[in-house]
């Protein structure tokens, strides 16, 4: 069984990209498993000095369910250009440890757009040494729609089969390495 984390860069109740998210740990195939972090929002502002015996609880907890993870997903908004800080801080807590190296990793897009924060983003993950999984990205079109709305297209038959799709083949990445 592969286990994967899942994380949104999104805190909004609404949000796109927590609803893909949660959309593909349903759909996920039958060797994979996904659990969703949901801890950026209570994850103290990363400070090098309190890394080592002083690391929070919470930052703890990240680390360690990354460090036990066979693989990362993650579906990120982009703010004025950049990656939003809550999701950047995360990733910070996981910089001076072994926790993202060769870690296989997939980006996974809400929007069209937000072309800046997936290069952003690719560069960070890639700097921490994350495996990114890069030929097929998933971009399932969620921008600017109610939960009704996302609830619909994420059901569709076609959006499931992506998901499926993009699931399987990261585990295909996973497994290859
Ligand atoms: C403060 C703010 C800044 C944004 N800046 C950009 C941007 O620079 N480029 C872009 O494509 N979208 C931008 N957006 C739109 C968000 O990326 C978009 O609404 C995204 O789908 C939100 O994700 P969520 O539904 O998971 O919260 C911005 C949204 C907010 C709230």
């Not at 360690?64 to 004025?80: F, H, K, L, N, R």
């Not at 807590?93 to 937000?114: I, Q």
Request: charged content about 25%; proline content about 6%.
């Amino acid at each position: 069984m592969i286990e994967i984390i899942a994380i949104s860069g999104s805190l909004r109740a609404a949000s796109t990209n927590s609803a893909l998210i949660s959309a593909l740990a349903a759909n996920a195939p039958d060797n994979c498993r996904i659990e969703i972090y949901d801890g950026i929002g209570r994850l103290p502002i990363f400070n090098p000095d309190d890394e080592g015996e002083r690391t929070p609880p919470e930052a703890a907890r990240l680390i360690e369910m990354i460090t036990q993870a066979d693989g990362v997903i993650v579906s990120c908004p982009e703010y004025a250009h950049g990656v939003p800080g809550g999701i950047k801080n995360a990733l910070d807590w996981l910089v001076s440890r072994d926790a993202a190296v060769g870690k296989p990793a997939m980006l996974v897009h809400a929007s069209t757009r937000s072309f800046y924060a997936r290069a952003a983003l690719a560069e960070v993950m890639r700097t921490m040494s994350f495996a990114i999984y890069e030929e097929r990205a998933l971009e399932i079109a969620l921008l600017g729609k109610r939960p009704a709305e996302m609830e619909a297209i994420l059901a569709e038959p076609a959006s499931r089969q992506a998901m499926r799709e993009a699931v399987q083949t990261f585990v295909g990445f996973i497994r290859g390495r």
